[in-house]
């Protein structure tokens, strides 16, 4: 049974907190701030957000509900995803459901964490009950010990260099240098790629994100109230989402976009040529050649090649991670995967803060997220098309 389309849902007024190394305000000071800036952004009251739609790692012990009393919210709709990278699609999915059915006219979508100077690393032993049981007692710490196999399973099955990946890494650092709330501002180049540090083989250096503090956040709401409100918009056209695919793979080298592309492209009447700019989640390269294939704009094994052939800049042949990504911009937890979103809102309404693509109005974001030991298990898109 095919799903119904996303008639009529906008998505509008994006914005970001920007980012800090390290922070000892709390992730509510974060998010709290997000939500100010897209009442500002958006030219609304306080008292018109009834529905609210929150992610965060490091929000404990409140939840979305908490958070109510705290910022003087009332809303008549509520949710919180706990999916990391996912989070922005899947919160996207269910704010859309109810701006359509009528349970909520205006969602704040917002995510957002802290970072002390331990918070990471006190996070990751508890992050689930895998790393509790089989990861962290045999001495594998964290995602790049996972991450360090699922590429070298890539690069082995595939034929993937590490000057590919580094096509990658070095583009959106470019794109970074453009993007005003960046952490990382020295250009990136295939020598320094190729030098860096090892971290856990074959993973090293500028593979891997900066943790960080931020928030992001946007609204969605009816496209006609959007346009009668005079608000700046892009149009949902399609989206999806799926856990836990492929489990019985015994490395992870694919994702649930591959079970859902083609329905996910049906509904947007679209094919990734028509795609303007791709803001994939992006906290390891390996995975953005997963999306890049498993979404269809390429073969799988593919990418290594695809990389190689496009330049990925936001000025070249492929615009891809636009504002840098978290490879150069930073992981600020949850809200990491918030950063393509919001950049795509920005690319398709023409208010990019970086490098605004040329005649950009067709953007696909994907999200991805909740490692364990040997693969990512939320996976989503979104299709996204400037009024």
Same mark, same amino acid.
Request: one cysteine or more; glycine letters at 10%; aromatic letters at 10%.
């Given at each position: 049974?095919?799903?119904?389309?996303?008639?009529?849902?906008?998505?509008?007024? %994006?914005?970001?907190?920007?980012?800090?190394?390290?922070?000892?305000?709390?992730?509510? =000071? =974060?998010?709290?701030?997000?939500?100010?800036?897209?009442? $500002?952004?958006?030219?609304?009251?306080? @008292?018109?957000?009834?529905?609210?739609?929150?992610?965060?790692?490091?929000?404990?012990?409140?939840?979305?509900?908490?958070?109510?009393?705290?910022?003087?919210?009332?809303?008549?709709?509520?949710?919180?995803? %706990?999916?990391?990278?996912? &989070?922005?699609?899947?919160?996207? *999915?269910?704010?859309?459901?109810?701006?359509?059915?009528?349970?909520?006219?205006?969602? /704040?979508?917002?995510?957002?964490?802290?970072?002390?100077?331990?918070?990471?690393?006190?996070?990751?032993?508890?992050?689930?009950?895998? /790393?509790?049981?089989?990861?962290?007692?045999?001495? /594998?710490?964290?995602?790049?010990? &996972?991450?360090?196999?699922?590429?070298?399973?890539?690069?082995?099955?595939?034929?993937?260099? *590490?000057? +590919?990946?580094?096509?990658?890494?070095?583009?959106?650092?470019?794109?970074?240098?453009?993007?005003?709330? /960046? #952490?990382?501002?020295?250009?990136?180049?295939?020598?320094?790629?190729?030098?860096?540090?090892?971290?856990? +083989?074959?993973?090293? #250096?500028?593979?891997?994100?900066?943790?960080?503090?931020?928030?992001?956040?946007?609204?969605?709401?009816?496209?006609?109230?959007?346009?009668?409100?005079?608000?700046?918009?892009?149009?949902?056209?399609?989206?999806?989402?799926?856990?836990?695919?492929? %489990?019985?793979?015994?490395?992870?080298? *694919?994702?649930? =976009?591959?079970?859902?592309?083609?329905?996910? =492209?049906?509904?947007?009447?679209?094919?990734?040529?028509?795609?303007?700019?791709?803001?994939?989640?992006? +906290?390891?390269?390996?995975?953005?050649?997963? @999306?890049?294939?498993?979404?269809?704009?390429?073969?799988?094994?593919?990418?290594?090649?695809?990389?190689?052939?496009?330049?990925?800049?936001?000025?070249?042949?492929?615009?891809?991670?636009?504002?840098?990504? @978290?490879?150069?911009?930073?992981?600020?937890?949850?809200?990491?995967?918030?950063?393509?979103?919001? $950049?795509?809102?920005? @690319?398709?309404?023409?208010?990019?803060?970086?490098?605004?693509?040329?005649?950009?109005?067709?953007?696909?974001?994907?999200?991805?997220?909740?490692?364990?030991?040997?693969?990512?298990?939320?996976?989503?898109?979104?299709?996204?098309?400037?009024?």
């Amino acid at each position: 049974m095919r799903r119904a389309p996303y008639e009529g849902v906008a998505l509008a007024a %994006p914005v970001t907190v920007p980012y800090e190394r390290y922070s000892i305000k709390p992730a509510q =000071w =974060w998010i709290g701030r997000a939500l100010r800036m897209l009442i $500002e952004a958006a030219g609304i009251a306080k @008292q018109d957000i009834d529905g609210l739609i929150v992610s965060s790692f490091s929000l404990a012990p409140d939840t979305a509900v908490g958070l109510t009393q705290h910022y003087g919210l009332s809303p008549r709709w509520l949710d919180h995803v %706990p999916m990391g990278g996912a &989070s922005a699609i899947v919160a996207l *999915r269910r704010a859309a459901r109810a701006v359509q059915a009528g349970d909520a006219s205006l969602v /704040a979508v917002v995510a957002g964490d802290a970072n002390g100077p331990t918070s990471f690393q006190d996070m990751l032993p508890a992050f689930s009950r895998f /790393a509790q049981d089989a990861v962290y007692p045999y001495g /594998a710490g964290g995602p790049n010990a &996972s991450f360090a196999l699922i590429t070298d399973h890539y690069m082995r099955s595939f034929g993937a260099r *590490r000057e +590919d990946f580094a096509a990658i890494c070095v583009a959106q650092r470019a794109n970074a240098l453009e993007y005003p709330y /960046a #952490l990382m501002k020295k250009p990136l180049t295939l020598e320094q790629y190729l030098a860096g540090r090892p971290i856990s +083989d074959p993973i090293t #250096l500028f593979d891997c994100v900066m943790p960080c503090a931020g928030a992001e956040a946007f609204l969605v709401l009816r496209e006609d109230d959007a346009r009668a409100a005079g608000i700046k918009h892009a149009l949902l056209r399609s989206t999806i989402e799926r856990h836990n695919a492929f %489990p019985d793979d015994p490395v992870q080298y *694919r994702g649930g =976009w591959a079970l859902e592309a083609e329905e996910f =492209w049906a509904m947007a009447s679209a094919t990734p040529d028509d795609v303007d700019v791709l803001e994939t989640y992006d +906290d390891y390269p390996v995975i953005v050649m997963m @999306q890049i294939e498993d979404l269809g704009f390429c073969k799988k094994g593919e990418a290594p090649a695809f990389v190689r052939s496009h330049d990925l800049r936001a000025r070249g042949d492929f615009p891809h991670n636009t504002s840098g990504g @978290q490879l150069s911009v930073g992981q600020a937890g949850a809200a990491a995967g918030h950063l393509g979103m919001v $950049e795509a809102i920005r @690319q398709v309404t023409g208010q990019a803060l970086g490098a605004q693509v040329a005649g950009a109005r067709r953007a696909v974001v994907s999200g991805f997220g909740m490692i364990n030991y040997d693969r990512g298990l939320c996976s989503g898109a979104a299709f996204l098309e400037g009024a």
